[in-house]
């Protein structure tokens, strides 16, 4: 066929060839390959026809790794000669590009030899591609040109032609489009190549001002892109001639534009403007472009700032706080003029709509400072106005206004992070705004955002905070008063405990409000208002923040958690004797309500504990409840034993404290050993299905789900949950208790179906079983719901829960099927 006189034939021939070449290049020799490629190089001036083929056999040797010497510059000079690319179909062209990345790839020296005429070649090859599946890979090949110094020579500007024209992209993929290649894939290739070198600059820049002042949002967008781009590489020799217009046109779409993302993108090539020209005065002994280039955006914005109507105000704000924030050098430049002039709007204008926004606008300043963390004292324009900035601040914070107020806090939090910045005085001065603000400010959203300020500032300031703030607060708290209203009490104390909770976070401030939380409680549970419960629960809210607060921090977690839970565990029992010996004294802290606030404070005060330390306590907590020991408890004379699993009916209220056992024990990591464990399962499985308070018996259920999901697998696990299931299945067929057994039969089920244990599917078929039963069938089926939600307290990850990846997915599978049959089955 390679001899045959008709091009058709011979094509096919080649095709062969190819084909077969495309399969076991790697296997060629030297010689071989040698001949091949004279043999290929001389097909390239054969007819039309047989040209695609010649090219497949040259892409599969262009991929041989024994090509002599001077062969990839032979066929690559052959190729630019000898075809005419564009004028080949779309995957031929392809193939070209593949052979000159494969030799980039591989013979990269061997191609710079030919110096600028590679680059000439490549340009012609490129020139007119209208494909985007080549546009892909032609624009990685310039960029490779560029990245890896291939002579350029006089052909700066043709290769900058031939790829920039096709900017700004605007390719939509057909709907079907097969080979998923996205308009910004090629905007992304684009602007690797546009923006891969200083030498585009002078034909570039233009091209981007042109671009900015279209009509066409993605077209504005796309230039903003690509000049911040570039400024990561260019220098003030590239941008100099062109910054008077860049600078207009920034300026022009922010004061005038519609669009926030445009706005959003201005501001972004604004800030890379000024940080390339930041660089560049380190290295450069020319003149400094970057003071005149912040003089002129000065002298454009500056004056908007003190017009009457605030019209241009935001603008002006935007543009000189994304220039003042690429360099420590343009923020004091910045600063230095405005600052001062921000400072003397503030007093002129009476207004708090007016003031406010000021504010807002120094606030803006006062956070770019943050980038820079301390404060310098030789050249800080922010020093020198430490007492005007500080008095405008403390001026908003009393200001009637709660919008003012707000945005006033915002800034003190700000100068607070400045290390060096406030005075000692100065701090004392923020302590008492913050206390006044969160305790006696109407408005409840000032009030919340002072206790989020004082818990920022706190671990900046732990002594000032400990010391100031802790103290009045609890003056606060331990104040009776008799003049105000009832309801005006409540929320007072309520705001006290929120506050305590909100600045304890730092160790040394939770060593002094814990105390205080606790000394409140017992406080309340001695008193027998009315309302207590809800007193009760809001301290326990204040503890639970707290102890989130301690997670982190191993030594402040320890303290919690030894302080609170032996007191927590005090309180409760002496109710529940009390409540045993002699009831209604007790009464507000066995509440439902109660018990269910106090469960998350020994979880949250628990989860987070080493196992050495967590040992340590089970070793306390577990015999409490079990042997009634109390002697690890803080004022432990009882008037009477503590049997919480003992039968008999005075001891209903000593049952509910199963509760609290459980948010420890079920919140413990799962390496620490439980003492007596099987005895403890045992009791709580008897309670569960014994008792009849439901509050007592589904956490007594909750439980012990929550110990056999953590239990290791093995002879003992099946054993306990053998019990299970014996106790279980009698009292789900007949008797008074059948809804404790269906409770104990959800919790156990979820928590083997957590852990993917075999027995679950054997479960959760008894429960599909009682779908159809008069009495506990709705019971069963809103059961479903309790299975594959996540529950707050036992079972979830964060208590160390054994949840396998994807549980959720793997019942569904099992059960649907069974759940639709039984629907279509049923009477």
Not at 253 to 280: G, P
Not at 394 to 408: I, K, N
């Amino acid at each position: 066929c390679l001899e045959n006189t008709d091009p058709r034939m011979r094509g096919r021939g080649i095709q062969l060839l190819s084909q077969v070449l495309l399969q076991c290049y790697s296997q060629l020799q030297e010689k071989e390959v040698l001949h091949l490629v004279l043999f290929y190089e001389s097909r390239l001036q054969d007819h039309h026809l047989v040209i695609p083929s010649v090219l497949q056999g040259l892409r599969a040797l262009s991929m041989c790794e024994v090509l002599a010497p001077g062969l990839a510059v032979s066929v690559l000079k052959a190729i630019f000669q000898e075809v005419h690319v564009q004028s080949l179909l779309q995957l031929d062209r392809h193939t070209v590009y593949s052979i000159i990345t494969n030799f980039m790839g591989t013979r990269e020296e061997e191609l710079k030899g030919l110096g600028a005429d590679f680059t000439f070649g490549f340009i012609q090859v490129m020139d007119g591609e209208k494909d985007p599946r080549n546009l892909l890979v032609a624009f990685q090949i310039v960029r490779d040109l560029i990245a890896k110094n291939y002579a350029l020579g006089p052909f700066v500007e043709e290769l900058f032609e031939v790829t920039s024209c096709y900017f700004p992209i605007d390719f939509t993929p057909p709907p079907n489009d097969p080979h998923g290649i996205q308009r910004e894939d090629l905007i992304l290739s684009l602007r690797a190549v546009l923006a891969s070198t200083p030498q585009f600059a002078e034909f570039l820049l233009p091209l981007l001002i042109e671009k900015m002042d279209s009509d066409l949002q993605s077209a504005k967008l796309d230039s903003l892109q690509t000049l911040t781009a570039c400024c990561a590489i260019y220098g003030q020799k590239e941008l100099q001639e062109f910054l008077p217009s860049l600078w207009s046109s920034l300026r022009r779409e922010v004061f005038q534009t519609a669009s926030e993302k445009v706005e959003a993108e201005c501001l972004a090539a604004l800030h890379a403007l000024s940080a390339c020209l930041s660089r560049s005065v380190l290295s450069s002994d020319t003149e400094d472009l970057l003071d005149s280039f912040l003089s002129s955006i000065l002298q454009d914005c500056r004056h908007h700032l003190c017009e009457p109507d605030m019209k241009l105000v935001w603008p002006s704000a935007k543009l000189l706080q994304a220039a003042a924030g690429a360099s420590l050098r343009a923020y004091h430049r910045v600063t230095h003029s405005v600052l001062p002039l921000l400072l003397e709007q503030y007093t002129k204008h009476p207004q708090s709509s007016q003031r406010r926004t000021i504010l807002e606008m120094l606030l803006g300043f006062l956070e770019l400072q943050q980038k820079w963390g301390h404060v310098e004292e030789d050249e800080s324009t922010l020093l020198s106005l430490r007492a005007p900035v500080c008095s405008v601040v403390f001026s908003a914070l009393t200001d009637p206004s709660v919008q003012l107020q707000l945005v006033g806090i915002r800034a003190l939090t700000v100068l607070g992070s400045l290390q060096g910045f406030l005075s000692p005085s100065d701090l004392e001065l923020v302590v008492d705004h913050l206390v006044r603000l969160t305790l006696h400010e109407e408005d409840s959203q000032s009030s919340e955002a002072a206790m989020e300020a004082a818990g920022s500032l706190a671990p900046t300031y732990p002594e000032v905070f400990s010391g100031r703030m802790v103290p009045r607060l609890e003056e606060e708290l331990q104040a009776e008063r008799e003049e105000e209203s009832f309801r005006d009490h409540c929320s007072l104390r309520q705001r006290c405990l929120q506050a305590l909770a909100a600045v304890s976070t730092h160790t040394s401030i939770v060593r002094e409000t814990v105390p205080v939380l606790l000394q409140h409680l017992r406080k309340v549970q001695k008193g027998s208002e009315a309302g207590s419960a809800q007193d009760l629960v809001s301290v326990c809210q204040s503890l639970h923040r707290v102890a989130l607060q301690c997670q982190q921090d191993a030594e402040g977690c320890w303290y919690y958690h030894q302080t609170v839970v032996p007191c927590l565990l005090a309180m409760a029992v002496q109710a529940a004797m009390q409540e045993s010996t002699q009831p209604l004294l007790g009464k507000a802290l066995l509440e439902e309500e109660v018990l269910a606030a106090m469960i998350p404070v020994i979880s949250a005060a628990t989860t987070h504990l080493s196992p050495e330390l967590a040992a340590q306590s089970v070793s306390h907590v577990v015999p409490l409840f079990l042997d009634g020991e109390v002697s690890f408890l803080p004022q432990n004379s009882f008037p009477c034993s503590f049997q919480p699993f003992e039968d008999g009916e005075c001891l209903e209220a000593q049952r509910r404290l199963v509760a609290l056992l459980m948010a420890f024990v079920c919140s413990l990591p799962r390496n620490v050993a439980i003492p007596q464990q099987e005895r403890l399962l045992r009791e709580l499985l008897a309670l569960s299905c014994s008792c009849n308070c439901p509050f007592t018996a589904t956490t007594a259920a909750k439980c012990f789900a929550g110990l056999v999901n953590k239990h290791p697998a093995g002879q003992q696990l099946d054993e306990i949950l053998q019990l299970a299931v014996n106790r279980m299945e009698p009292g789900l067929t007949e008797g008074p208790r059948r809804t404790q057994a269906l409770t104990l039969l959800l919790w156990v089920t979820k928590a083997l179906v957590l852990r993917y244990h075999p027995l679950s599917s054997h479960l959760t078929d008894k429960l599909l079983g009682l779908l159809s039963d008069a009495e506990l069938g709705p019971a069963a089926a809103d059961g479903f719901s309790l299975l594959m939600a996540e529950s707050p307290d036992v079972l979830h990850k964060g208590c160390h829960a054994d949840v396998r990846i994807m549980f959720r997915q793997r019942f569904f599978t099992d059960n649907v099927p069974k759940l639709v049959q039984g629907f279509h089955g049923a009477g």
